[in-house]
């Protein structure tokens, strides 16, 4: 096989024991890689209804078959378990470093089962593997722990996905790091490893890949490259990262203030992309062999102090950590960035669940009594940074907020529940769907909860002419971003189906999509180039709906249905009346047509939302057994 190494590792920690399987190709041409992979050997290896932090729980890190090639967006991993926030099946991707040293290493993925009996790190080199004792790692925050390791095992080129203090803490919502700056940063897998006794999985190899055609690849490389110094949009992105999204967002009244309650901050222009560079950024970060250098990297020379180390913050922790709580100041947002990564805990639920409270405190639902005397007032940035650390460590007050924005809510009562935004247990990423309405579906609908880089946004949409990758799928009718229907269900639907492909595949989805450096049409052209296979756009889309359909699957044997299709209830309320979306709320009939009609798109029942075992046999995965549906 090209583009693979035709292995895949399988650690037993609570025995020591491991294996190494090595699946025939007609594996690797159906599963591709990342989740779908991990969501095979999840669903095969785990009982309906097991606690996700026991160590009955499997988790999955892999790659895709275009890792480790040197061009833009191959730099990906994933890692799929059941989440200890949702309850649901989760994926989460990272870039970095990490994916494409685990290939070099020789493996395609790691399967992880059971629970060490005391805390180990996994080491993984050239072929070889070993589980070593981290009881001297256990307490230590990132960068600590990566140096012990890398001191320990005599290398500083030693590759390293780990957990902080966090994940150790079982903080539902704990990420996990790789080079201190890279997260698997969603769905609490942090915590897993935690519960697994597992610090973090060491990997360095010196076995390339072999890859079907290096031309193609040294071309496109070169394209990309190219495309970067030279396309506006392309290099603005370079300059400004993902916090762009606040020249976008903010015009239309769509940066989450407060808690939700409004789309316009005030203070927007102090927190901005523009802001960021001109004040802390000290120069752009990057992924294994990319030319766009997205990532942000940050650093304060004075009290409070910023180490560079752990980068910076990218919109969405801007945002959540920042306008979502009523702060407009970047070095407290940068502080809260660090701490969080430090700790590994994703910035967005952090910021989502501190936004909640904030919010509870204001309308009298909790008191300084509850807080351990934090006055949590919008606003407060001393309050907001020490509740920060209270959560890393799981100490006092930050403990409970460990434990996410629903299950608080439950404890608080129904008029904190009535504040509470979140589906299926997991807090909103910063975009908001009463300014840009197919994201209700999408945050509704999605397997493992809101998710804002698993479909295309309504601004691709709005206005003529809509760029030639969405006609080609049938949108070609411009449409109100804020609009719920139809035409917003197929947006949801076609356009997760190809994001769903790009996240199987392990690439990223920032150089492969809708307004990327390369259309998907060429991330096929990638996949032949580096498996020799003669695949095609149908076959690729293919793949994405199958990863979409084993998760809806998956979740309906854990007893989901349309019932948890749902939204917050806050979103049904009227936004602040100030700015551009002021009194824009959500439609609930157009939401439940909506819904309908993407239940119909996908072949799920309009009512119940189930998946079909006729849908999965035509996903060939007919090895799902209707039994095990109804659980």
């Excluded at 076995?207 to 970067?228: C, G, L, N, Y």
């Excluded at 102090?305 to 990218?314: A, I, L, M, N, W």
């Amino acid at each position: 096989m090209k583009g693979f190494t035709g292995k895949i590792l399988h650690v037993n920690l609570s025995s020591g024991a491991c294996n190494v399987e090595e699946p025939e190709e007609r594996f690797y041409r159906k599963y591709m890689g990342g989740s779908l992979i991990g969501g095979y050997y999840l669903f095969h290896h785990t009982a309906a209804k097991i606690d996700p932090l026991s160590e009955e729980n499997v988790m999955v890190f892999s790659v895709g078959p275009a890792t480790g090639a040197a061009v833009s967006g191959a730099s990906r991993h994933c890692v799929t378990s059941k989440s200890p926030l949702t309850n649901t099946i989760a994926s989460s991707e990272a870039g970095g470093y990490w994916g494409p040293e685990l290939k070099f290493s020789g493996f395609d993925a790691v399967v992880l089962y059971g629970k060490a009996p005391n805390p180990v790190y996994l080491w993984i080199h050239d072929g070889a593997y070993e589980i070593r004792d981290a009881q001297n790692l256990w307490g230590k925050v990132t960068k600590e722990a990566q140096a012990m390791i890398r001191e320990e095992l005599n290398d500083e080129k030693i590759r390293i996905a780990g957990i902080g203090p966090g994940g150790e803490k079982l903080v539902r919502y704990a990420c996990i790091a790789n080079e201190l700056a890279h997260f698997n940063g969603r769905n609490g897998m942090g915590a897993v490893m935690g519960s697994k006794n597992l610090k973090a999985i060491a990997v360095r190899g010196h076995q390339k890949p072999t890859f079907h055609d290096e031309d193609i690849i040294k071309r496109m490389a070169q394209e990309a490259t190219e495309k970067v110094r030279n396309d506006e949009g392309a290099a603005a992105f370079k300059e400004l990262g993902t916090n762009q999204n606040f020249e976008w967002n903010a015009p239309v009244g769509g940066v989450p203030t407060r808690n939700w309650s409004s789309g316009t901050f005030e203070d927007v222009e102090k927190i901005n992309a523009k802001a960021i560079k001109n004040t802390v950024l000290k120069r752009s970060g990057t992924c294994w062999s990319c030319a766009q250098s997205c990532k942000r990297v940050v650093e304060i020379t004075e009290a409070p102090f910023v180490d560079p180390d752990y980068g910076g913050p990218e919109y969405e922790t801007t945002a959540m950590c920042g306008s979502n709580l009523g702060i407009g100041n970047l070095v407290t947002i940068s502080k809260i960035n660090e701490i969080c990564n430090k700790y590994t805990i994703d910035t967005i639920s952090c910021g989502g669940t501190i936004g909640f409270a904030m919010d509870c405190y204001e309308h009298g639902i909790i008191t300084k009594e509850d807080t351990d005397g934090l006055e949590l007032n919008f606003g407060n940035e001393g309050a907001a940074l020490q509740l920060s650390e209270m959560i890393g460590k799981g100490e006092g007050f930050g403990k409970l907020l460990g434990e996410g924005t629903a299950r608080v809510a439950e404890r608080w009562g129904e008029e904190a529940k009535k504040l509470a935004v979140h589906v299926k247990g997991k807090e909103f990423p910063a975009h908001m769907p009463q300014v840009k309405g197919s994201l209700a579906l999408a945050y509704s609908c999605l397997p493992f909860g809101p998710d804002h880089v698993s479909s295309e946004h309504d601004g691709s949409i709005a206005e003529a002419p809509i760029s030639y990758k969405l006609k080609s799928l049938g949108l070609d009718e411009p449409q109100d971003t804020s609009d719920l229907n139809e035409v917003k269900s197929k947006l949801v639907w076609f356009t997760q189906c190809g994001y769903s492909a790009v996240d199987t595949l392990s690439l990223c989805q920032f150089i492969f999509g809708h307004w990327t450096l390369f259309d998907l049409n060429q991330l096929v052209d990638l996949v032949n180039a580096v498996s020799g296979w003669k695949t095609n756009l149908y076959e690729i889309m293919m793949v994405g709906q199958r990863r979409i359909q084993l998760f809806r699957a998956y979740n309906q044997r854990e007893g989901f249905h349309a019932k948890d299709d749902v939204l917050p209830e806050k979103l049904y309320q009227p936004l602040a009346d100030v700015g551009p979306s002021g009194g824009y709320t959500i439609n609930r009939d157009d939401f439940q047509k909506s819904k309908k009609y993407y239940y119909g798109l996908a072949g799920w029942d309009q009512e119940t939302g189930m998946v079909s075992q006729s849908k999965l046999m035509e996903m060939g995965l007919d090895w799902i057994v209707p039994e095990a549906l109804l659980q």
